[in-house]
């Protein structure tokens, strides 16, 4: 029984770590995990623990990358690894941060329901317990040295041969965190071939363009840039454009806009929806995202509103992501969405009455809400 009881858990820590699906159409993620692995063998490697700081613009592809890194290397720990993902957010949560520890504990040392005071307290457990470990760590989107503090606070916290991956949007957290730099990647953006070849995928549904449509092809992918977001959001808005004149239309519009002016980029495929689809996607950035889609339903359609559709049409813009949970024998549906649309949504809301907080139509922000509410 005790070599079955083994055989269970080894089989059930494998099963529970399913690879993450890296991206819908990957291009060029086997050179850049090959970077990252390079990096990871010959950078300062203090106290025999390896770490990567993974550092660029929201869009990038860190988080795509360090998934991939991710099922790469996770074999090899022997069930010890731990991805935490969009830690930025997470940790503004209440009690963001030790449920973030929780996690760890969780996912590396096997103990569930741990009951921790607070972070100081975390931090302890995890030292003690993990020094010895050989651990795989991932920490998603950092913005704040607290959160790297609370979840890796030293080298001497892991065993030797530990990998530690982390993704920011500053470098500066990486550097005050004594990340260093020969520890720091910066990975390109995609190169022409690469940006045809995801622009392709999502416009085309991976056929060839036919006529005018590859001359057109070529003027999009030049002007959308190498941003993988940005190549995705708006191959898809292509995708559902129907002749040669509305590419034309849609393609100068894009012309106009600056590539650092992401936001602006993404929202040509917000313009693009009709009136409900707007209506829910502006619903959801603002309020319903990890929320479960059964109960945004049940208040949409008690605002005689029917979304089904338009969540379809939301999901193949690559607007929204819906993630499909088990828990206790249930089937729950959950909603997601990349943080630049988050934000890009949030700043419609904004912008629709920037003065005037009672005739917003959405109040997003806690303090907003508060304000408001204390005025009456
Ligand atoms: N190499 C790639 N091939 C195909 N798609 C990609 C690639 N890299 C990123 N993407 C897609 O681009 C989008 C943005 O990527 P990702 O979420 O990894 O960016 P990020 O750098 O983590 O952004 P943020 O800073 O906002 O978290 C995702 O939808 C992802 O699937
Ligand atoms: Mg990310």
Redesign the pocket.
Known sequence: TKLKRAVIERVSTILNKKPFE????????ET?VHDVKKMLENGSNINGVHVVGIH????????????AVYNDLGEGFNGATCFISNVRENAGQPNGLVNLQKQFIEDILKEKNTFLRDVAQGKNVIKDRASRKRVLLVL??VDNIKQLDALAGGRDWFGSGSVIII?T?DEGVLLAHNVKQDEIYKPQE?NED?SRA?FMFHAFDGEQPQGKYVQLSNEVVAAAGGL??T??VIGLLFSDKKNVQEWKDTLEKLKKIPPREVQKRLKLSYDNLEDLEKKLFLDISCFFIGENRENATYMWEGCGWFPNAAIMVLVRR?LIKIRVINKMDEKYELFEM???IRDMGRAIVDEECSRKLQKKSRLWNNQDSWDLLQRK
Do not use: F, N
Request: charged share 25%; glycine share 14%; aromatic share 0%.
């Open positions: 890296v991206a819908k159409h990957p291009v060029g993620i850049r660029g613009m929201g869009g990038l592809g860190k988080t795509t990358i360090a998934k998603d989107d993704t949007r995609l690469q995801l993988p977001l190549v995705e690559s990349h943080d630049q």
